[in-house]
């Protein structure tokens, strides 16, 4: 097992590895910016390292100050969390050179699924299918708007690097698609470092859903049930369930089938994720493959009963998996909803200090966050606070706890976008489980306030 663990990230995620370290008695190491000198993950860990200014490129996203933290507390592992470098192939392998041991996949593997256009070259050539779309990156905007009249409109300008939404739109004409081509090159020039672009079709309506598989060393591996991640904003996952209220157990066995054989592909090993988008006919279409632990890996978690972080370092350190597929049971229904410092009218980042955080207790009530009272939320990160997750013996129950926890949620000193979160667990939708990747969309523009008369 390994020994001392440094946590090469911050905030929510670093404070959920810590915690489960200090459960296997693992020691940790956080690693901080000036601007997070006095965060929790900071005060928790068994030792911390400043690595630098606020920026990101100047602190978390230096793999030479991370690399020197590593040395110098005597570390053996690197876990990257997600965001920042934990998708980065080149800081995986220097973690490698280095003699760390990488809590994720190996490089080759990462690479493999690096570039989406690649990605959607290699799950095509099994037999997967894909969105349609292009076959290789674009080169130029005449090349783009030849492609999209051959698919139709609309279609999606996306990015064949990184993820979150960025480098991503969807267009309905020439004119459109002309504005979206440079401004979404840019963008992923700035954030990735490759502006490289595809298209893809639109499918409309559309469900997101995605596979959590977990590999070992030894050539075995499985797949956690799937995760519902449709209720979306700007192509940015807003609330998460498992398993899916659409999903069938034949549809299931397709789709698990169909990512175990993406990650065996290409050697995976650790977990992973296998994102699709899936249409009202249960026709399922690869997206692309998360190549790290998953912001909504939780729900997952709450029911299989595993500590996904506990088997990324157990995977690490060589130890084989002691279950099956056949071994593994879905225990009751989790949902999740992540907590942004945003003003809600404007859909932007309010930071500040947080003058009073209350969180929400009870039976499957579970509290993944980041700060504590008298944090500050600063403008040089995500602005996600936390997350909120519940579990409960069948969905309705789910959607009761969540209710109610939403209305016991009391964040002062910012504002943040509980109202959204309150109001989309009030819509008679989405207690009925009807819920495609328009769904926040569809609700604003109703103006919906609907329930279903369901109390917490």
């Given at each position: 097992m390994v020994q001392k663990l440094l946590i090469a990230n911050r905030g929510e995620i670093a404070r959920r590895i810590l915690r489960t370290c200090r459960r296997l008695g693992v020691a940790t190491v956080a690693v901080y910016s000036d601007a997070d000198a006095d965060a929790p993950h900071v005060q928790?860990?068994?030792?911390?390292?400043?690595?630098?200014?606020?920026?990101?490129?100047?602190?978390?996203?230096?793999?030479?100050?991370?690399?020197?933290?590593?040395?110098?507390?005597?570390?053996?592992?690197?876990?990257?969390?997600?965001?920042?470098?934990?998708?980065?192939?080149?800081?995986?392998?220097?973690?490698?050179?280095?003699?760390?041991?990488?809590?994720?996949?190996?490089?080759?593997?990462?690479?493999?699924?690096?570039?989406?256009?690649?990605?959607?070259r290699r799950l095509m050539a099994l037999g997967v299918p894909v969105v349609p779309g292009t076959q290789a990156a674009l080169g130029s905007l005449e090349e783009a708007w030849e492609e999209a009249e051959r698919l139709g409109y609309p279609v999606m300008v996306k990015a064949s690097a990184g993820g979150g939404g960025i480098g991503m739109q969807a267009v309905d004409g020439p004119e459109a698609l002309q504005r979206a081509f440079s401004a979404n090159a840019q963008h992923a020039q700035a954030y990735f470092g490759d502006g490289t672009l595809f298209l893809e079709k639109c499918i409309w309506p559309a469900r997101h859903i995605e596979i959590q598989v977990l590999f070992?060393?030894?050539?075995?591996?499985?797949?956690?049930?799937?995760?519902?991640?449709?209720i979306q904003r700007r192509h940015q996952k807003v609330m998460e369930e498992a398993p899916s209220p659409f999903v069938d157990d034949a549809l299931r066995r397709r789709m698990g089938e169909a990512a175990m054989s993406a990650a065996s592909a290409i050697g995976y090993v650790n977990a992973g994720t296998v994102e699709f988008l899936v249409d009202a006919a249960r026709r399922f279409y690869f997206l692309e493959m998360n190549t790290r632990l998953q912001v909504e890996h939780p729900v997952t978690e709450m029911i299989t009963g595993l500590d996904l972080v506990e088997w990324q370092l157990r995977v690490a350190s060589g130890e084989p998996l002691?279950?099956?597929?056949?071994?593994?049971?879905?225990?009751?229904?989790?949902?999740?909803?992540?907590?942004?410092?945003?003003?809600?009218?404007?859909?932007?980042?309010?930071?500040?200090?947080?003058?009073?955080?209350?969180?929400?207790?009870?039976?499957?009530?579970?509290?993944?966050?980041?700060?504590?009272?008298?944090?500050?939320?600063?403008?040089?990160?995500?602005?996600?606070?936390?997350?909120?997750?519940?579990?409960?013996?069948?969905?309705?129950?789910?959607?009761?706890?969540?209710?109610?926890?939403?209305?016991?949620?009391?964040?002062?000193?910012?504002?943040?976008?509980?109202?959204?979160?309150?109001?989309?667990?009030?819509?008679?939708?989405?207690?009925?489980?009807?819920?495609?990747?328009?769904?926040?969309?569809?609700?604003q523009k109703e103006g919906s306030t609907r329930t279903d008369g369901q109390e917490g």
């Open positions: 928790e860990a068994d030792e911390a390292v400043r690595i630098g200014p606020p920026p990101v490129v100047w602190s978390y996203l230096r793999t030479e100050a991370i690399l020197d933290a590593a040395r110098r507390t005597g570390a053996d592992a690197v876990h990257p969390g997600y965001g920042f470098l934990s998708e980065n192939p080149a800081f995986a392998k220097a973690c490698r050179d280095a003699g760390l041991v990488f809590i994720g996949p190996g490089p080759e593997a990462m690479a493999a699924m690096g570039s989406k256009v690649e990605a959607r070992d060393e030894h050539g075995h591996g499985v797949y956690l049930w799937e995760r519902e991640c449709s002691p279950f099956r597929q056949e071994d593994l049971r879905c225990d009751g229904h989790a949902i999740e909803c992540r907590v942004y410092a945003e003003d809600p009218e404007r859909m932007l980042p309010s930071p500040g200090t947080i003058t009073r955080l209350a969180l929400p207790e009870g039976d499957g009530i579970r509290n993944d966050v980041g700060v504590v009272s008298g944090s500050t939320v600063t403008p040089y990160y995500d602005a996600m606070i936390g997350k909120l997750i519940v579990h409960g013996r069948d969905r309705a129950e789910a959607v009761r706890r969540l209710r109610r926890a939403l209305d016991e949620y009391v964040v002062e000193g910012i504002q943040t976008n509980l109202p959204l979160l309150r109001r989309i667990a009030a819509a008679q939708a989405f207690s009925e489980g009807r819920t495609t990747t328009d769904f926040i969309a569809s609700l």
